[in-house]
């Protein structure tokens, strides 16, 4: 698999939370070969469903991957005119950091789609307390360079204002970009989604490209509990070693997926995870989080009685900007790793799980 | 309608008391519904039978309202309170608030020293007439609401508690409205929106619904110096398609506009950048739902004049019903 | 000496690692409940069934989690680096004892020497990422072979009684957990009762959600130990809850209104049976029945805490009255609580 194309046509494609109707239809055709059944649900989650190839429990156990597929992006929140040209006041969805648009250039979905700049006032003609400090949502406006009556025809409140970043190839096997958090990741499920089709594996495979992961891990509270799987694993980004970073926990690029320890994550799934990695030989870090881990792993866990999950992430550089940049070589490693584990997982597993908790039986 | 504004806004129900608010709507709604219930945490769920071709739908409007807690009387029996949901301490001096007896107490602060702080609302307490901490007939726990009398101005309708009152009347109204829905509509009349949209999740999570449409009001950006935004009172509806806790259900948006077009329905689309409503819970409660908001254009919200414009309120209306009327393809 | 006190505050169960006090607290209810089960997350829940009398479900909540710190990373000297798990006032930290890991590796907290601080340092406070514990590994293999990555640390104390007082860490929330305790070992509810030791409360009272999503209960009852700040001060504050004077019951909090119709049920068993009580001022702060009560259809919960001074640090202090009070207060607040109580229509 072509991994470098797979993340050039993923990242590409526009898919703000809330509006991820492109996006979810380049996803399914991807894995369309790879499934049974795919199907969107009411909040826009992408759900596809792998059934079990090898004979044993009926119904089989369910495992959920998670993988979001939105991306941060800004929204029109008001139109200014000044001199006969529109200017648009926006807003973000998601953590848009102020620090990085200014200058970018983006695309403006309206009627059709319109490039825009992200403009703002030379400093000097910006107010005092203004100097010195980033630029914020008050100063930084949209530019489209039409007329204002083109932009009221073309443009509405509430419209959706992607980046426009086309992919790059870096040294080292290493791709830099918009959305890689976390198009990568639905990379790595379809990279494990393709294994999976030579491999027989008793427990059935729900694959979840979630929406609104970037406002409010939405499609991983809302899937979790509607689906209800027996064990579940969200797939996120995570911080890779570079700039303004290395004095952090921190991984390095193509040194591998990173397995996440703390409150969301079930240990029992952690070294479930760790051990098949150490079986293939395969590079791993180990990463920990003290309160929220801030994946889908912190919907998925707690819906409804209670779902044991892990998290596999990607190191990625300089998350949330345009130019986030990541190792193709994790991508398939977290792949294959998520593949290996699916295929081992059996009857016994969840018996395990429990034992991990407390040795002995429970009373009844 | 005004007459069931006066009443609703003036009325007492602070977050998590509220026990009037729900015995007010009763009545209203009895002819309207084919069932009425509450459930454990307080939410007044009216159920509208439809005729087994639409959706589910949850359409919810807060009864709770802001207001305060009384955390400790001092030896001279003054109160000393804490906030219940968004108080702001610039919008209380001179003000007066409502005990569930119907008590009434008046705010006042510490002595100000400086003209040009806002002072906390650990500074400020409440004056209900007591001689000392034993003769105080409030105590430590009570909630009280805002007091203050409804206003017209032409069709300027200024009170406390616009915020979500205003909304209950657009729920109201609908229900009288709709003769006939495909839709199982259940108008569920929330409690506790004010300290984290708390009510209408739990209805949610038991009502499944797979539509959700809050009814509640939105600041403006048409008074000096307020937050640019693109709503103004008497323009129309407002359709929300993002506030700060939430991205609307885009194919919710998308009806709403075509229904308002199709009935010649002033409306204005609403992108709120603080603040959220009850749609926000319904959203990811129980498997998730398709979740938008019908917004009331509001000025001074939180304050004690929210003040709304007839026209709006009767757009919201309107909408509502065209929205429940007809079939739902989202 | 109150050995329940004493077992429950000095055993370890940092948020998401539970394991010790999970396994402690079964070997102390296991005779005297009728079943019992490790949930998903790890919470440790117990039927104790009722005489029959009453058809209703009650989950009794206490939180077996407490707050403390994970190892995040390794400096090339031996030292951990570390971030807390669950709310701290970096000022508590620096030149504390804790116990590290399964293994129960003794380290300490430590920071610049005062006498090689500039005077502006000294006037600063120290942020967790500049401290470290300190194991006396001598280099970072050392400190590997003894710890691992995300293992949880946890302060040490031994229980102490002081009159009337007594000091312990962790009494957030094990006075709750030891008051659940005797809840079981006491006679049968007229109802069936769901023991829920709750994980994860430090983090987002997320034990509790799922825990109660799993019993589905009519009504909930939390147990905790809440903040009481009775110290000298100068102005005239409100006091929010005092050592000695009674169960604290939550009327409101930061994230909810308790059930005002169980509340009042609390307050009138207290009047009935002459057991004294303080109402926690209301605001701030925020217990598991803020979670319960957003779950299923919903169910209505409230708290009754033992006061705790000095929460979230080694060095919590209650009172035993009131501790002896919750038990009593809870116990009976039980055994009258009725269908009436909890319906609605
Ligand atoms: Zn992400
Ligand atoms: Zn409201
Ligand atoms: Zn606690």
């Given amino acids: 698999m072509d991994i470098h194309k797979l993340l050039k046509t993923l990242t590409e494609t526009p898919g703000p939370s809330g509006y991820e109707d492109q996006i979810a239809a380049v996803i399914e055709e991807l894995w369309q070969p790879c499934v049974d059944t795919i199907t969107r649900d009411r909040v826009g989650s992408l759900i596809a469903t792998k059934r079990a190839t090898k004979n044993g429990r009926t119904p089989p156990r369910r495992i959920l991957l998670a993988a979001h597929m939105d991306e941060i992006a800004l929204m029109v929140r008001d139109v200014e005119e000044h001199n006969g040209n529109g200017f648009l006041r926006v807003t973000s969805i998601g953590g848009v950091d102020t620090r990085q648009v200014f200058g970018q250039l983006v695309v403006v979905h309206g009627r059709k789609n319109l490039t825009g700049v992200v403009g703002c006032l030379p400093a000097r003609l910006l107010p005092e307390e203004k100097q010195d400090k980033p630029f914020d949502f008050e100063d930084l406006l949209v530019d489209v360079g039409l007329p204002i009556e083109t932009v009221n025809n073309q443009i509405s409140i509430g419209d959706f204002i992607s980046f426009r970043q086309p992919l790059l190839k870096l040294m080292n096997k290493r791709v830099a970009g918009k959305s890689l958090d976390n198009r990568a990741s639905v990379a790595a499920v379809t990279v494990c989604l393709e294994q999976l089709r030579q491999r027989q594996h008793a427990w059935e495979v729900i694959a979840v490209a979630t929406a609104q992961e970037e406002t409010r891990l939405l499609g991983a509270y809302t899937t979790a509990f509607a689906l209800q799987p027996d064990a579940a694993i969200a797939i996120d980004v995570t911080f890779g070693k570079g700039p303004g970073a290395n004095e952090h926990v921190t991984h390095e690029l193509g040194g591998g997926p990173a397995l996440d320890l703390g409150p969301n994550v079930h240990t029992g799934m952690f070294n479930a995870l760790k051990a098949t990695a150490e079986e293939l030989e395969l590079n791993i870090n180990i990463e920990t989080h003290q309160r929220a881990s801030g994946t889908d792993a912190h919907g998925l866990q707690i819906a409804r009685a209670g779902i044991p999950t892990a998290i596999v992430a990607i190191p990625l550089r300089y998350m949330h900007t345009m130019v986030e940049s990541v190792a193709l070589k994790d991508i398939e490693r977290a792949g294959r790793l998520l593949a290996e584990f699916i295929v081992g997982l059996d009857e016994e597993f969840l018996g395990k799980l429990a034992k991990g908790m407390m040795e002995e039986e429970s009373k009844q | ?330 | ?345």
């Fill in chain 2, 1 to 330: 309608m005004n007459d069931l504004i006066k009443k609703l806004v003036e009325a007492y129900g602070p977050s998590g008391f509220e026990d009037q608010m729900r015995a007010l709507i009763r009545p209203e709604i009895e002819k309207y519904a084919d069932e009425i219930s509450v459930d454990a945490l307080g939410n007044l769920i009216a159920h509208k039978k439809g005729d087994g071709s639409g959706l589910k739908v949850m359409v919810a409007a807060h009864m709770d309202e802001i207001g305060v807690m009384i955390t400790h009387i001092t030896e001279e029996g003054f109160c000393r309170f804490t906030n219940i949901g968004g108080v702001y301490s610039h919008t209380l001096l001179g003000g007066r608030v409502q005990f569930a007896d119907g008590r009434i107490g008046v705010i006042h602060s510490d002595r100000i020293t400086d003209r040009s702080k806002i002072y906390g609302l650990d500074k400020h307490f409440i004056d209900v007439g007591a001689n000392g901490r034993d003769d105080c007939p409030v105590q430590v726990g009570d909630a009280a609401g805002f007091h203050r009398e409804f206003v017209v101005n032409g069709k300027m309708l200024s009170a406390k508690s616009m915020d979500d009152r205003i909304g209950c009347v657009v729920a109201i109204e609908a229900m009288k409205r709709l003769k006939q829905t495909p839709h199982d509509v259940y108008f569920v009349f929330s409690v506790q929106e004010e300290i984290g949209t708390r009510g209408a999740e739990a209805a949610a999570n038991h009502l499944d619904p797979d539509v959700g449409i809050a009814l509640d009001v939105t600041t403006t950006g048409d008074v000096p110096e307020a937050i640019p935004m693109a709503v103004s009172l008497g323009k129309g509806t407002a359709i929300k398609v993002k506030d700060a806790g939430m991205i609307a259900h885009h194919g919710l948006v998308q009806l709403m506009k075509k229904r308002a077009s199709e009935a010649s329905i002033p409306y204005q689309l609403e992108v709120l950048t603080g603040g959220s409503t009850d749609a926000r819970s319904i959203q990811i409660a129980n498997g998730g739902a398709a979740a938008g908001c019908i917004s009331i254009p509001c000025r001074y919200v939180h304050s004690q004049s929210e003040t709304v414009h007839a026209d709006d309120v009767e757009n919201s209306i309107k909408l509502l019903v065209e929205l429940l009327a007809k079939p739902m393809e989202l």
């Fill in chain 3, 1 to 345: 000496m109150n050995e329940l006190l004493k077992n429950l505050t000095e055993a370890v169960g940092v948020s998401g690692e539970e394991k010790e006090i999970r396994r402690i607290i079964r070997d102390l209810i296991a005779d005297h409940v009728d079943e019992w089960h490790v949930d998903t997350m790890g919470s440790l829940i117990a039927l104790k069934k009722g005489t029959g009398a009453s058809p209703l479900r009650v989950m009794v909540d206490a939180h077996m989690d407490e707050v403390g710190l994970m190892v995040t990373g390794f400096d090339s000297n031996g030292t951990l680096k570390f971030d807390t798990v669950g709310g701290f006032d970096d000022r508590t930290l620096l030149g504390k004892v804790v116990q590290v890991g399964s293994e129960k590796v003794t380290g300490v907290i430590g920071g610049r020497p005062v006498h090689l601080s500039t005077p502006a340092q000294r006037n600063s406070v120290v942020k967790v990422d500049a401290m470290r514990i300190d194991i006396g590994a001598k280099n970072e293999d050392a400190a590997k072979g003894k710890v691992k990555l995300g293992d949880r640390a946890a302060f040490v104390t031994a229980y102490e009684e002081l009159g009337a007082t007594a000091v312990a860490k962790a009494f957030d929330n094990r006075a709750g957990c030891a008051a659940l305790v005797e809840l079981l070992r006491a006679r049968p509810y007229p109802f069936d009762l769901y023991a829920a030791f709750t994980v994860q409360e430090e983090v987002g009272l997320r034990g509790a959600q799922a825990a109660a999503y799993g019993i589905d209960p009519d009504a909930a009852l939390v147990l905790e130990c809440t903040p009481a700040y009775d110290l000298p001060n100068k102005n005239d504050v409100s006091p929010n809850v005092a050592l000695g004077k009674g169960p604290s019951i939550y009327v409101m909090d930061s994230i909810t209104v308790q059930d005002p119709r169980l509340v009042r049920h609390i307050l009138q068993t207290a009047v009935t049976h002459n057991i004294p009580y303080q109402i926690r001022q209301p605001g701030g702060g925020g217990t598991n029945t803020g979670a319960i009560q957003r779950t299923r259809r919903p169910i209505p919960a409230a708290t009754i805490a033992v006061p705790g001074r000095y929460a979230h640090t080694p060095t919590m202090m209650i009172n035993l009255d009131d501790y002896a009070h919750v038990v009593k207060l809870a116990q009976l607040t039980l055994q009258g609580l009725t269908t009436e109580i909890v319906k609605r229509n």
